[in-house]
Structure formats: structure tokens, C-alpha cells
């Protein structure tokens, strides 16, 4: 293939735990920074505990965080948690470069979680109400996204083996009384690099991009 109709290059960045706010300004200042010539990036990564509200968010969803922090975030929905455990995907795409709508986009990260699990004898599926992957009712992986100048940034959580008590202390996404289960539950991986291998070639199977994984922050 020539340079001139080589596919555009995607990079895997693997940031490992990080608090939640400096990746998200890091987030903010990529999307501002970029422009029709810079690659996509996928980045790996899980945080430390933290609850964010979405854009979305209404003060009754948050019960009672304890001592866990609250971050205002700008990206859609509403209220969800993140810890250790659970793997990270945030999805820094030209929606543009890559023929995608908002909804398609969240279309193709639930299609590609429902086919990760199916991959792993675990029947999930998305819900028109509520964007995210559950299985038997209960939500497995949460999806929260901001597009800015035509280009998308925050991403997906997919649960793995992680202490699931801080979500009873809120309304899930905003749904009261909302079960959410997790890999370690039924039987699936629980390896995050597996799984973020698997969720990245199942992203970008419609994509075609040339994967560049750094395996660097």
C-alpha cells in the first residue's frame, strides 16, 4: 500500500492508574491541540477511587460518596464511579476522519463490548434508555463522551474484578436502584490488558486504522 492510501494510524497509549482530573484536563488540552493531521489515540488506563457527574448530573443520584471524591466532568450523562478494578478506555477519535456520528460512535464501543463478552460465553446487550452494556439487567460497562471541534474524547468503563459497595452509594447513571455486575461475577477475563487488547481490536474492526501500540504513557 503507498503512503498516499496508507489507513490512519491509531495509538494505543497505556497510562496505568492515574487520578481522575489531570487525565481528563490532558483529555481537554489533546482535543483543543490536535487538528486534521494528528492521529487518533486510544488510552489504557484505570483510576484510583473517584465518583464524576456528567453533564447530565442531578445532585439527588449522589447518595452518600463518604469520603470518596466528587468531580464535575464534562462529559455526557450522569452520575458513575471508577476504582481499581475496573479498565478504562478513553477514546480521543476525528469523528470526521472516521465517518462516525455521535451515535454511531456509541453504537460501535457497546457493539464492541457485547462482542467481547459473547467472546467469553457472556451474553450482554445495550438499551436504548440507558447507553452502556448490561448483562441480566445489571450494568457491566458505563459509557460517558464529549465531542469537541468534531472530535471525541472520555470513553468506557468495563468492570473487571473491582469492590462494586461505592456504587450503592449512588443512583447509577442516574437509575435508581440499578444492579451493575462485573467480569469477575460471571466467569469472564479479568485481565485488563486481555481485555483491552480484545476491546481495541473489536473498535477498530469497523475502523481499519493501523494500530500503533507504544505500551507508553
Known sequence: MSPAHAPPTLLVRRLGRCPYEPVWRRMQTFTDGRDPTTP??????????????????????????????VIKSD???????HGPGQLVLYLLLDLRRAGLGVRQLVTLIEQATIALLADQGIAARARADAPGVYVDGAKIASLGLRVRRGCSYHGLSLNLNMDLEPFSRINPCGHPGLRVTQMAQLGGDTDPRHNADAL???INRPLGYAVLDTDTP
Open 40 to 69: 487518533d489515540e486510544i488510552w489504557v488506563l484505570e483510576h484510583p477511587p473517584v465518583f464524576t457527574l456528567g453533564q447530565a448530573r442531578r445532585p439527588e443520584h449522589l447518595l452518600d460518596p463518604g469520603a470518596i471524591p
Open 75 to 81: 462529559r455526557g450523562g450522569q452520575v458513575t464511579y
Open 200 to 202: 481495541i481490536h473489536e
